[in-house]
């Protein structure tokens, strides 16, 4: 197990991830990515989009870690931000950060794996 380090807007927070579970958050990341592209290129004035289904992603290991994003508030990807709960029984952390920038955390993570 290794230290997956989350980039916040005012900070950072680290905290032990598994390999598995960045791989599955990824998966998670991309299809909400994917959604949210869909969803700014289907606009067109007049036009109604059908409601894509929010994001959630939980976590439980040393710590317990929940993804939360509804895309049908964002208007691009790039805009888009994620709410992050981090807890254990000491502490808890509820923030939010930018989707792109999650995105690249995991990516990275992976690749130090």
Avoid: H
């Amino acid at each position: 197990m290794s230290q997956l380090t989350l980039n916040l807007d005012t900070g950072s927070v680290m905290f032990q991830f598994t390999p598995e579970a960045a791989q599955e958050l990824k998966s998670t990341l991309n299809e909400l990515m994917g959604r949210l592209k869909n969803t700014a290129t289907k606009t067109t004035p007049g036009s109604k989009t059908a409601p894509q289904p929010s994001m959630e992603y939980r976590y439980t290991g040393d710590v317990f870690l929940e993804l939360f994003c509804n895309p049908n508030i964002w208007a691009s990807p790039f805009a888009a931000r994620v709410l992050v709960t981090l807890r254990d029984d000491r502490i808890r952390l509820n923030t939010e950060a930018e989707l792109s920038r999650l995105i690249e955390d995991v990516n990275q993570f992976i690749e130090q794996q």
